[in-house]
Structures are given as structure tokens and as C-alpha cells.
């Protein structure tokens, strides 16, 4: 028996670093956007919070996951309208994609053995 036959959230913990990667991406931009609601346009005020928001992407697309929980954290990054793909091409992109596939490739040739998370 696996891991996570016996331990449901082992998967989860697997990619705890890039769940709260994504936690801190979220509260980021929770806050910039209180910024902008709040009139506020003064560079020095939203740059710091710009570039948080940019260490919190890399963070996110630097780490391979560990399970689907970690791949769709990735591709959520990866589709968000101003830093994914969409925002302009990163030197992240393709290799975020690579460690995606990989984990999925991963978890389906587990499924396939009948080892199946």
C-alpha cells in the first residue's frame, strides 16, 4: 500500500511548498489590488508590491509538483491575465509546462500500474 492509500493528504504535502507559493501569490495580489481600488498610482507604493508579486511567480514556476494538486497551481499561474503566458512570454513558461507534463506523465503511468494516487 502507497503512501497515499494510507494517507489521503500525502499528495497535498507533497506540494505544500507551491500551495503556499500560490497563498502568498493570492494575498499579493489581494493587496495590489486594494492598492489600485484605493487610488493609489505612486510607483514607489506599488513597485515593492510588483516585484513581491513577480518572486512569488518565479517561486511558483521554479518548483516541479509533486502531484495534480501542484500542476494545477502551475497552470493557474500560467493563465493569469498579466504574469502567465497571456501577460507576455517568460523565460518560466516552457519549463513550468516540461514539469507539468512530467507530473502528470507521473501520476497516469502510476494508474496505469494500478498504483494510482
Not at 521554479?62 to 493563465?79: E, H, N, W, Y
Not at 503566458?85 to 516552457?94: I, Q, R, T, V
Amino acid at each position: 500500500m502507497s503512501a497515499p492509500d494510507r494517507d489521503p493528504f500525502a499528495l497535498a504535502r507533497a506540494d505544500a511548498e507551491l500551495i503556499e507559493a500560490e497563498r502568498e501569490f493570492r494575498d499579493i495580489e489581494r493587496q495590489f489590488a486594494a492598492l489600485l481600488d484605493a487610488g493609489v498610482k505612486a510607483d514607489e507604493v506599488l513597485n515593492p508590491v510588483l516585484k513581491r508579486r513577480t518572486v512569488a511567480m518565479d517561486r511558483i514556476a521554479l518548483m516541479a509538483p509533486a502531484s495534480i494538486v501542484g500542476c494545477a497551481i502551475k497552470l493557474r499561474t500560467l493563465r493569469h491575465p498579466d504574469v502567465g503566458m497571456a501577460g507576455g512570454e517568460s523565460e518560466h513558461d516552457l519549463p513550468s509546462l516540461h514539469q507539468i507534463l512530467a507530473a502528470l506523465e507521473r501520476e497516469s503511468a502510476d494508474a496505469t500500474r494500478g498504483n494510482a494516487h
